[in-house]
């Protein structure tokens, strides 16, 4: 055939496209009719603008500042590649104020509204959170979607953090083996996942380190793996390591830098060194701050020592004696 090259078969294979009962598979599938749809017109929309990363100065890396998050001004724009945090629930003793529903998000929002200026195009945000009350039960995940649509954040989904298998949910059963008023017991957290201006971001030629094992469990909406014992750790709120540690697995590569507005104990920074990522963490108690180094310099020096087994005795042909490599 003249006038160009055709490489492989000439047989095209059609691709899938959304109908009204769905789609049964997803080879070549063009959604742009259901995302062009009226649906979609008043939500945040994805901003086609090239990768911008700012390097953060070596110094201010793998550092846990005795400030408010409000202000971040030690981060330049686009530095952070994830932001994994849970916010503070009673914000009122720290910041010396009992705040209204209104407030306590505005006060998030001043949060949020830097962290979107931090993050890489494409950075994620994500936000471990639990709803609270009963009378009547307060939503805060949803009023923190609303927030962060609001700040033009897009939203990739919310996964499930099942915790029944070590949590001990509220013994406030209400009206007890009764329909008159029964109270449902909160076994579960939401972890809410948002990006900057676009979904896919740059790599850089980075490593990714998920094995295919972790992708196909991680990338499922409900996660099922303890609690952290807040009197094991000696913070009132702490989350496990194993929460930041699958976000940074699913959602960052190698040698890049992990954000906690709220590091609290210092988990997400732990979670961190241990996926061989940096990281930078806020928190306005002096008391919580020196709680954070204190276990991630404890971590990293049992995480970087070598073990006895990690001693690998080698033969020296030339005199016969054993000599040991700790590399």
């Not at 789609?23 to 599938?29: A, F, K």
Request: net charge neutral.
């Amino acid at each position: 055939m003249e006038g160009g090259l055709i490489m492989g078969s000439s047989k095209k294979k059609n691709g899938t496209k959304t109908s009204t009962f769905g789609s049964p598979g997803r080879i070549n599938h063009d959604s742009t009719k259901f995302y062009s749809g009226r649906l979609y017109e008043s939500l945040p929309k994805e901003h086609a603008s090239e990768y911008i990363e700012n390097t953060i100065p070596t110094k201010l890396k793998d550092r846990v500042f005795c400030e408010s998050s409000e202000q971040m001004k030690k981060l330049p724009d686009n530095s952070v590649h994830l932001m994994v945090t849970s916010p503070p629930y009673n914000v009122g003793k720290e910041y010396d104020k009992d705040l209204t529903l209104d407030e306590y998000r505005e006060f998030l929002k001043r949060v949020w509204r830097e962290v979107k200026r931090v993050l890489v195009p494409g950075g994620r945000a994500c936000i471990n959170i639990a709803n609270l009350g009963r009378k009547p039960y307060i939503p805060l995940h949803a009023f923190i979607v609303e927030d962060m649509l609001d700040l033009e954040f897009l939203m990739r989904g919310e996964i499930i953090w099942n915790k029944a298998s070590s949590s001990s949910p509220s013994t406030a059963w209400g009206s007890w083996l009764s329909a008159k008023n029964p109270v449902l017991r909160d076994i579960h957290e939401y972890i809410l996942v948002f990006s900057k201006d676009m979904f896919s971001r740059g790599n850089l030629k980075r490593k990714s380190t998920i094995s295919k094992e972790e992708f196909l469990e991680l990338t499922k909406s409900v996660w099922t793996f303890g609690a952290e014992p807040a009197t094991k750790v000696g913070h009132p709120a702490p989350f496990p390591v194993e929460l930041p540690y699958r976000l940074i697995q699913l959602y960052t590569f190698e040698e890049e830098v992990i954000l906690d507005p709220f590091i609290g104990s210092g988990q997400a920074a732990i979670a961190a060194i241990k996926s061989n990522r940096h990281y930078v963490g806020y928190d306005i108690n002096e008391e919580y701050v020196k709680l954070a180094e204190k276990r991630i310099k404890e971590f990293s020096l049992s995480f970087n020592a070598p073990k006895l087994f990690d001693f690998e005795g080698k033969k020296d042909e030339k005199n016969g004696e054993t000599a040991y490599n700790t590399a």
